[in-house]
């Protein structure tokens, strides 16, 4: 078991550049979540999908931030007209029914700087 | 909503010395679970402790923690500290209302010599 991966580890973008970051949950999992991680905030929830249906996206910058999930073995999270206030680590985590499905697996996240 | 209340940033601790981190919470929902992950320097988080159940301690790898309903706590604690317990540890809780988990803001652990 891989466990979750996600690419890029590293992303440099130049401000006002789109950025997106990929995630392949472990296999069977149904659950995939998305978080960002900063000092200051520790990590905050942005959005997750049961199913591949968005279930929750109550931590989603509205305007430029975007999460997919078009099959069960990927997700995208897609930042339009990134900003220095986004650089963060971005992980993904999933999670499957009958394993207790709130405990969470995270990969190892993609560090994202935006100069 | 919940919220997660971790009140040290960072605990310094000398090695075979004990180590309690301390977590409180609010939410408005019934509770399902409780956790404490950890980070290794590096690495991803990952699940140290989970618990459900008021006033019963959970152990793994050293480390317990009892959730108290009374008081809306989760502290973590650990009898001698490791020079290999040195990480960032995460308290979190997942609510009724969904299986998101909320977590507080972290507190770094170093452990010296």
């Known amino acids: 078991n891989a466990g979750v991966i996600q690419t890029p580890r590293h992303k440099v973008t130049g401000k006002g550049q789109e950025a997106t970051l990929w995630c392949e949950p472990i296999?069977?999992?149904?659950?995939v979540f998305w978080y960002r991680q900063t000092i200051v905030q520790g990590l905050e929830f942005l959005t997750y999908?049961?199913?591949?249906?968005?279930?929750?996206d109550s931590g989603m910058p509205k305007e430029r931030f975007s999460a997919q999930m078009p099959n069960q073995s990927h997700s995208t999270l897609k930042i339009q007209s990134t900003q220095p206030q986004d650089s963060a680590v971005y992980l993904c985590?999933?999670?499957?029914?009958?394993?207790?499905?709130?405990?969470?697996?995270f990969g190892s996240g993609t560090r994202l700087t935006v100069l | 909503g919940d919220s997660v209340t971790q009140t040290e940033g960072l605990v310094t601790v000398t090695e075979g010395l004990p180590v309690k981190l301390n977590c409180t919470y609010q939410t408005t929902y019934l509770t399902i679970a409780f956790f404490w992950y950890v980070q290794y320097l590096n690495e991803a988080p990952q699940v140290l402790l989970r618990?459900?159940?008021?006033?019963k301690r959970t152990e793994h790898q050293g480390f317990h923690a009892t959730l108290h309903k009374s008081s809306s706590s989760f502290h973590l604690q650990k009898s001698s500290a490791q020079l290999s317990d040195s990480a960032l540890y995460y308290c979190a809780l997942t609510n009724s209302a969904g299986n998101k988990l909320t977590f507080g803001i972290g507190t770094r652990v170093l452990v010296r010599p």
């Open positions: 985590a999933s999670s499957s029914p009958g394993q207790g499905e709130e405990t969470l697996y």
């Open positions: 618990s459900s159940t008021d006033n």
């Open positions: 296999s069977g999992h149904s659950a």
């Open positions: 999908f049961r199913n591949q249906a968005p279930i929750d």
